[in-house]
């Protein structure tokens, strides 16, 4: 008979939280404030998303009694949902960059949607709107916490953060690259260049080391980010 693989801790933990990445909590998302619940940096009672009925099933895998929700990360209520007003958006993008599981969708000075089935109702998109064109509105009246949450939702917010920090990744990676391959066609044709008096010379020479220490920057930031 195979032998069961142990779930590590902060697995366990993670699953066990709502995964609105609505940061809340204190920490960037879901996976940062299981690491800190895990190591215990942070108390299991942070997540308003989660609530009463979140509390008790992180109490009862790490062997902790039930304490009540602390105020200061918010208060238990109904799972929201962002609405745009179409009349007011300027399609200035920022709720699309704010968004954890990008359920906006939309090009710069167009209009915005929310995919309703995909937004977590965390909040993020509001703060940065510059014409406060969005509201959060109740989807689940008199449901709160899990009550207003399935683990099913929960997967799929986890999935499609987890996808966005992967796209975003690839897209500085593809964007630094850019920047090399730039930089060292323009070292290339400085480099050609003949025939120069040496003042001419000096100042190829400054050219090519502020082009190198911009290669070598470009260089570093790609490795930095690989996963």
């Known amino acids: 008979m195979p032998s069961s693989v142990a779930i590590p801790l902060v697995d366990q933990i993670e699953n066990l939280l709502p995964q609105t990445q609505c940061t809340k ?4 998302a879901c996976r940062p404030y299981a ?30 009694p039930v ?20 009349d007011v958006c300027i399609g200035c993008t920022l709720c699309i960059q704010a968004c954890p599981v990008d359920a906006i969708v939309g090009a710069a ?12 109702g965390c909040d993020l998109c509001v703060a940065p709107c510059p014409v406060d064109c969005i509201a959060m509105i109740d989807v689940t009246p008199g449901r709160t916490g899990w009550q207003a ?26 964007n630094d ?19 120069l008096t040496p003042e001419q010379k000096a100042e190829q020479e400054r050219k090519k080391a502020i082009i190198q220490a911009a290669i070598e920057r470009a ?5 930095a980010n690989k996963p």
């Open 25 to 28: 909590c204190g920490y960037p």
């Open 177 to 195: 690259a850019r920047l090399a391959a730039k930089a060292a066609a323009k070292l290339k044709e400085v480099s050609a260049e003949s025939a």
């Open 219 to 223: 260089r570093l930031k790609q490795a």
């Open 35 to 64: 690491e800190a619940i895990a190591d215990g940096s942070a108390s299991y009672n942070q997540c308003p998303p989660g609530g009463a009925e979140g509390i008790a099933r992180l109490a009862q895998l790490l062997g902790r």
């Open 109 to 120: 000075k167009q209009l915005h949607t929310v995919l309703s089935d995909a937004c977590t």
């Open 67 to 86: 304490i009540a929700l602390n105020p200061v990360n918010g208060v238990e209520r109904p799972r929201t949902r962002a609405v745009i007003d179409e």
């Open 149 to 174: 949450w399935s683990q099913e939702q929960a997967d799929a917010a986890r999935r499609q953060h987890d996808f966005r920090s992967w796209r975003l990744r690839r897209e500085k990676q593809e």
